[in-house]
């Protein structure tokens, strides 16, 4: 029953940052003089969002399991995940990310890849497994999207198929997403730290990982202070209590120390140790790479999130 609960809690802590207050504010257009800046302003947005923030390259690639945070293996980006998503992530049944380089998408037209990154649906029309974040990213702008798209439209081509999904229950139990207009999503202004925070903590899919799990499934009144056990064959890694709780979240942390945190973790010196059996899923070496601006708006709208009092171990037993 577990693994359904943890899938709904994929599912409904999307909608829950969804509903915690809509993303609106200045809109920001990159400015360019002519079309060709302004399609390589986009597809280095897209770059940066794809590795650094919404970890599209991170599932959709095959990971190092041997390294720290398990970065992903160069030359494999965005070809399709190395193994299938499961148990261990508490999907009902197994899921692979598929191929997302232009060998696999070089039939679908924008529209189509908008539509499944926003909206959960493929271009054969099947709903899509919620684990591919499709309810964060629809509260995404269209052009952070659109940079997206443009972006992974430049992976160079890899010629490999992954698996087919093989799901125990239907992934129309949890999509696809009405329509919706990504016109209505506006970037926040980056001054307004907490508000561009949370637009940034949405997109990176922060939640996903961090809220726990209840009797009842996802504990939204618990919201960010971790406990859920990754028990993967590699490693076991309890995921962190993020609120600002002094004694058991992060609440003694100081800006610099979290921003510190990530830029260390992603350094090479720690991504190329071997950590063994202490390892994490906690992806610090594409997040660490976020700019210094992206990391501050995160912390400070980390510090609005209620404090939890929740003790995680981080390498239970
Ligand atoms: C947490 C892991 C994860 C992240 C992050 C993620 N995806 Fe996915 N994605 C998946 C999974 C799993 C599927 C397959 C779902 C299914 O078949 O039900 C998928 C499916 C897709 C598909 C449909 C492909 C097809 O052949 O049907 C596209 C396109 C896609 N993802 C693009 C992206 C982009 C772009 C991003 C970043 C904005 C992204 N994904 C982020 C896991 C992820
Ligand atoms: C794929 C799951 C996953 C995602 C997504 C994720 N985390 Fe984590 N996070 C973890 C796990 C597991 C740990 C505990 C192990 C570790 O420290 O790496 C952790 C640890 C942390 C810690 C360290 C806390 C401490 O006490 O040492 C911070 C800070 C953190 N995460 C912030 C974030 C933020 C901010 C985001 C979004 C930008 C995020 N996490 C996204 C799984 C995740």
């Given at each position: 029953m577990k693994k359904i609960l943890v899938m709904t809690a994929i599912l409904i802590s999307a909608v829950a940052a969804f509903n915690m207050s809509s993303c609106k504010g200045k809109k920001s257009e990159p400015q360019a003089n002519n079309k060709e800046d302004s399609l390589k302003m986009m597809v280095a947005r897209g770059e940066y969002l794809a590795h650094n923030v919404t970890q599209c390259i991170d599932c959709h690639s095959i990971r190092d399991t041997g390294r720290f945070s398990m970065p992903v293996v160069p030359g494999t980006e965005?070809?399709?995940?190395?193994?299938?998503?499961?148990?261990?992530?508490g999907v009902p049944g197994e899921v692979t990310p598929p191929n997302i380089t232009p060998f696999a998408l070089?039939?679908?037209?924008?529209?189509?890849?908008?539509?499944a990154i926003t909206k959960g649906i493929n271009k054969k029309g099947d709903t899509l497994f919620p684990l591919m974040p499709y309810h964060s990213f629809s509260r995404m702008t269209k052009n952070d999207i659109l940079s997206i798209v443009a972006y992974i439209r430049t992976l160079k081509p890899i010629e490999r198929t992954t698996a087919p999904r093989n799901l125990e229950i239907p992934a129309s139990m949890f999509g696809p997403l009405p329509e919706g207009n990504l016109d209505n999503n506006m970037m926040p202004d980056p001054?307004?730290?907490?508000?561009y925070g949370q637009y940034l903590t949405t997109a990176a899919v922060c939640s996903e990982c961090h809220t726990p799990m209840g009797p009842q499934g996802p504990d939204f009144s618990k919201m960010f202070s971790g406990g859920f056990v990754f028990d993967i064959p590699m490693f076991k890694v309890a995921v962190a209590n993020i609120t600002p709780d002094t004694a058991t979240g992060i609440g003694a942390w100081t800006e610099e120390m979290f921003v510190n945190k990530f830029k260390n973790n992603a350094s090479d010196e720690v991504v190329n140790r071997h950590p063994g059996k202490e390892n994490t899923i906690m992806?610090?070496?594409?997040?660490?790479?976020?700019?210094?601006?992206?990391?501050?708006?995160?912390?400070?709208?980390?510090?609005?999130?209620?404090?939890?009092?929740?003790?995680?171990e981080k390498y239970p037993k």
């Amino acid at each position: 029953m577990k693994k359904i609960l943890v899938m709904t809690a994929i599912l409904i802590s999307a909608v829950a940052a969804f509903n915690m207050s809509s993303c609106k504010g200045k809109k920001s257009e990159p400015q360019a003089n002519n079309k060709e800046d302004s399609l390589k302003m986009m597809v280095a947005r897209g770059e940066y969002l794809a590795h650094n923030v919404t970890q599209c390259i991170d599932c959709h690639s095959i990971r190092d399991t041997g390294r720290f945070s398990m970065p992903v293996v160069p030359g494999t980006e965005g070809g399709g995940s190395g193994f299938p998503f499961g148990k261990a992530e508490g999907v009902p049944g197994e899921v692979t990310p598929p191929n997302i380089t232009p060998f696999a998408l070089k039939d679908w037209t924008d529209d189509e890849i908008i539509r499944a990154i926003t909206k959960g649906i493929n271009k054969k029309g099947d709903t899509l497994f919620p684990l591919m974040p499709y309810h964060s990213f629809s509260r995404m702008t269209k052009n952070d999207i659109l940079s997206i798209v443009a972006y992974i439209r430049t992976l160079k081509p890899i010629e490999r198929t992954t698996a087919p999904r093989n799901l125990e229950i239907p992934a129309s139990m949890f999509g696809p997403l009405p329509e919706g207009n990504l016109d209505n999503n506006m970037m926040p202004d980056p001054s307004d730290k907490v508000k561009y925070g949370q637009y940034l903590t949405t997109a990176a899919v922060c939640s996903e990982c961090h809220t726990p799990m209840g009797p009842q499934g996802p504990d939204f009144s618990k919201m960010f202070s971790g406990g859920f056990v990754f028990d993967i064959p590699m490693f076991k890694v309890a995921v962190a209590n993020i609120t600002p709780d002094t004694a058991t979240g992060i609440g003694a942390w100081t800006e610099e120390m979290f921003v510190n945190k990530f830029k260390n973790n992603a350094s090479d010196e720690v991504v190329n140790r071997h950590p063994g059996k202490e390892n994490t899923i906690m992806p610090w070496a594409t997040y660490g790479k976020m700019t210094d601006t992206d990391l501050k708006a995160i912390y400070a709208f980390l510090r609005t999130v209620p404090p939890i009092n929740n003790k995680v171990e981080k390498y239970p037993k």
